[in-house]
């Protein structure tokens, strides 16, 4: 039997850029539904649900309860579920970033992109670990897990060495 693989996604930094919180689409103002989207990152997503990981994509966040309700219209109003045909339902949310290492045993996930360090740290038992373009002084900070991750700077190269 084939194992089941289903990969967990973080969404701040990963799928929703990261800004400078002074620009005038910070997710952090007023204009949070104007933040946009990492590069390619809907695109890349489709494909590894429709793909690899068959239906089986999740979004998993660590944020506190104003962040999770810009963050749901974020994605609603970017058309996110239809553009990437990942269902509502695989947005999952924590309040504590090493609570991402139990939602990640319950839902099994296999593999994890995160843009921190020390949150990849906590998930030490999954295989396919992908920092994405990782901030310095956060790695510096973390650096005993660098050997877990595989670092990546993009969706596109990201896609790549997911579909391989
Ligand atoms: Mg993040």
């Known amino acids: 039997m084939t194992k089941i693989e289903k ?18 689409t910070s997710f952090f103002s007023k204009n ?17 649900n429709e ?15 104003s962040v999770q309700s ?28 090493n609570e991402k290492a139990e939602i990640s045993l319950q839902l099994g996930l296999t ?3 995160d843009d921190r360090l020390e949150i990849l ?3 030490k038992h999954m295989k396919d670990l992908f920092l994405f373009k990782p901030n310095e002084e956060e790695v510096a900070e973390n650096k005993e897990h660098l050997p877990l991750v595989t670092v990546v700077n ?8 997911l579909n391989e």
């Open 121 to 123: 740290g906590y998930l």
């Open 7 to 24: 990969l967990g996604v973080d969404i701040g930094g990963v799928i929703i850029e990261n800004h400078d919180n002074s620009a005038d």
């Open 32 to 48: 949070y539904l104007s933040t946009p989207a990492s590069e390619n990152s809907f695109a890349e997503l489709k494909k590894l």
């Open 51 to 65: 793909g690899r990981f068959e239906d089986k994509v999740y979004l998993v966040s660590k944020c506190g309860p």
């Open 70 to 97: 810009k963050t749901k219209k974020w994605l609603k109003h970017n058309r996110f579920f239809e553009l990437t045909g990942i269902s509502e339902d695989k947005v999952h949310f924590c309040l504590e970033r």
């Open 154 to 161: 993009s969706w596109t190269e990201l896609g790549t060495l």
């Open 111 to 113: 593999a994890f992109v």
